[in-house]
């Protein structure tokens, strides 16, 4: 049963804070994705990782980072969380998209 | 810029009708489309797929239809029942030259209402 791990499911930070949302998935999937979901906006990628150690910007990256040291693992960060980063955050991964791609469970961020 | 858009934010139907929810796309290089559908707070789940060089994939109560000249596809759902009231985002992407690394663009999302 293919897996996508996500660190927190519900989360509440202030304004100013540096926030990790971390990401593991289990089936040796090179590409691994972090989506934002917010209503009437659909999911927007923000960020993406092809391999280890490398990264690509999305259509909304700014605010964020991202790091990618383990395959399994992608990171995202928010340098200084601000309340338009309240969002529903998504992490994927795939090889193909026609050969599966899967999401975890996401989490609620909140942030005052 | 829009690539993948949903234009009905809801759509309600009664337990036992058919269920349309539309996709329409602007990126003449997509050659892949997806279905998903997502309860709140948790991670969308994969429901149907289509390749480009179909138009249309069934998998028991969903089925799929791609126009590619119109650049529209739609999932129809038959009988719908109150346990797919859900959000559905269409989803589509690019394997042209390889270098799509798997990226999905998606659409806003149609909320469908199932009633009893």
């Known amino acids: 049963d293919v897996k996508v791990t996500q660190s927190s499911r519900y989360l509440v930070k202030r304004t100013g804070e540096k926030v990790f949302l971390e990401c593991v998935q289990d089936?040796?999937?090179?590409?691994m994705f972090w989506y934002r979901q917010d209503p009437g906006l659909g999911l927007r990628l923000i960020y993406f990782?092809?391999?280890?150690?490398?990264?690509e910007k999305g259509d909304i990256p700014e605010g964020y980072s991202v790091s990618r040291e383990k395959k399994e693992r992608f990171s995202l960060i928010l340098e200084s969380a601000s309340t338009n980063q309240t969002s529903m955050y998504l992490c994927?991964?795939?090889?193909?998209?026609?050969?599966?791609?899967?999401f975890g469970p996401g989490t609620r961020l909140t942030v005052t | 810029d829009q690539q993948v858009k949903q234009n009905s934010p809801s759509l309600s139907v009664q337990e036992g009708r058919i269920s349309i929810l539309n996709c329409d796309y602007t990126?003449?290089?997509?050659?892949?489309f997806l279905w998903y559908k997502k309860y709140p707070a948790e991670g969308p789940t994969f429901l149907i797929s289509?390749?480009?060089?179909?138009d249309k994939n069934e998998d028991g109560r969903f089925t799929v239809f791609l126009n590619k000249s119109a650049k529209h596809l739609s999932l129809h759902i038959v009988p719908s029942q109150p346990g797919d009231s859900a959000v559905y985002f269409c989803?589509?992407?690019?394997?042209?030259?390889?270098?799509?690394?798997?990226?999905?663009?998606f659409g806003q999302g149609t909320i469908l209402t199932v009633h009893p």
């Open positions: 289509i390749s480009s060089i179909k």
């Open positions: 994927a991964s795939s090889f193909l998209a026609s050969s599966g791609f899967y």
């Open positions: 990126n003449s290089m997509f050659d892949y």
């Open positions: 989803a589509a992407s690019s394997n042209a030259g390889g270098t799509s690394y798997g990226k999905l663009t």
């Open positions: 089936m040796d999937h090179e590409n």
């Open positions: 990782s092809y391999d280890v150690k490398m990264k």
